[in-house]
């Protein structure tokens, strides 16, 4: 009898070590332990050499051999459905996730989705273009004929491969190709990449990005013009923002205006980012020229628009504190990361 009691506990030590990897592996486990000829059934089998006054108990043992067995195979099966292991009953569901790392916008985007959002709440589509242009749409459509001198406030890089084809220098380059389209009246803003041969240094850049603006249509006059901007202004630096116009010069609108906005770090007192002027410099604008129209196949007597534009890269970083243009470009995630609240 000893060697019974034996025999079942070497069993039990063998089925509790199994596992199985599919539902195969728990069908072999059932045939081996509990099908017609499986070792359950031997072994019950015993009883019949089993004495009678040890029966009762050892009828006991082996019932719940057997059991024990039929429950190893349940939970067999029930870890192998649909054919693979599953570790479900290892998963401690009250455990905290993996922190999974979030991307954060870069400032230029952040600052020009801020711009693009106050244009659009005025009607404005964002229109887009290529940043490789030929020399037409970036410069001579723009009343700005080849050996122009107006063409060196923009220092160019040209392609090697076609004396013809630039990077743009601005992203007035959609604003042609909106108006040769010759679906008026045209509201756009037209943000993106620009390109001048400049030296690198920690106030400016070979490449930085703008929002440009149009709008055309009949009877547009200065006074729009200046409303609109001056509701940008508002939206963008504060209701307590003052803004100046001063004659400027572009070939491609007259009459042409800068627009200065009072400075809002030292509310016009004049501080170090100002020059001590309490005025700050954000963008060009003026009426379209008659022959910009012209070029693009409108009719400058039926209509007339004005047009605007302004760099990103300088306000974002009077807004976000920071003190060097190259911070934008060199992708440190040290840098990136820290606009992860911002919008
Ligand atoms: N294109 C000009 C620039 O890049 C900006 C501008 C746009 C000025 C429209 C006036 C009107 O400097």
Excluded at 121 to 142: S, Y
Excluded at 153 to 180: A, G, K
Aim: proline share 5%.
């Amino acid at each position: 009898m000893q060697e019974l009691l034996k025999q079942i506990q070497d069993h039990k030590t063998e089925i509790e070590a199994f596992t199985a990897i599919d539902e195969k592996a728990a069908e072999e486990f059932r045939i081996k332990w509990l099908g017609t000829k499986g070792l359950v059934k031997t072994i019950m089998g015993e009883m019949k050499n089993v004495p009678n006054e040890k029966k009762k108990e050892f009828g006991q043992i082996l019932n719940e051999f057997k059991q024990f067995t039929e429950a190893k195979y349940e939970e067999l099966k029930q870890s192998t459905v649909n054919g693979q292991q599953s570790t479900a009953s290892n998963i401690d569901l009250t455990l905290p996730g993996d922190n999974i790392p979030v991307g954060t916008r870069h400032p230029i985007s952040l600052m020009t989705n801020r711009i693009i959002s106050i244009f659009q709440r005025l009607g404005f589509a964002v229109a887009e273009g290529p940043e490789i242009e030929d020399d037409w749409h970036n410069f001579t459509a723009l009343n700005l004929p080849e050996h122009h001198p107006a063409r060196d406030m923009q220092d160019t890089f040209y392609v090697q491969q076609n004396p013809d084809w630039l990077l743009r220098t601005h992203t007035s380059n959609i604003q042609i190709r909106e108006m040769q389209k010759g679906k008026l009246p045209i509201r756009i803003i037209c943000p993106g990449r620009v390109y001048r041969n400049e030296t690198v240094s920690a106030r400016s850049h070979c490449f930085f990005h703008q929002v440009e603006g149009l709008y055309i249509d009949e009877n547009v006059s200065f006074a729009d013009l200046k409303q609109t901007l001056y509701f940008f202004a508002k939206e963008m630096y504060g209701s307590d923002v003052k803004i100046r116009f001063r004659p400027s010069y572009f070939p491609f609108t007259e009459p042409s205006a800068e627009m200065d906005i009072s400075c809002m770090l030292c509310k016009g007192a004049g501080c170090n980012v100002c020059k001590k002027t309490g005025w700050l410099e954000i963008l060009g604008s003026g009426m379209v020229h008659p022959n910009v129209l012209s070029n693009c196949g409108i009719d400058p007597n039926k209509y007339t628009g004005f047009a605007f534009g302004m760099g990103i890269e300088r306000p974002a970083l009077l807004k976000y504190g920071i003190n060097d243009i190259r911070l934008f470009s060199e992708n440190d995630v040290r840098f990136l990361k820290q606009f992860m609240n911002y919008y």
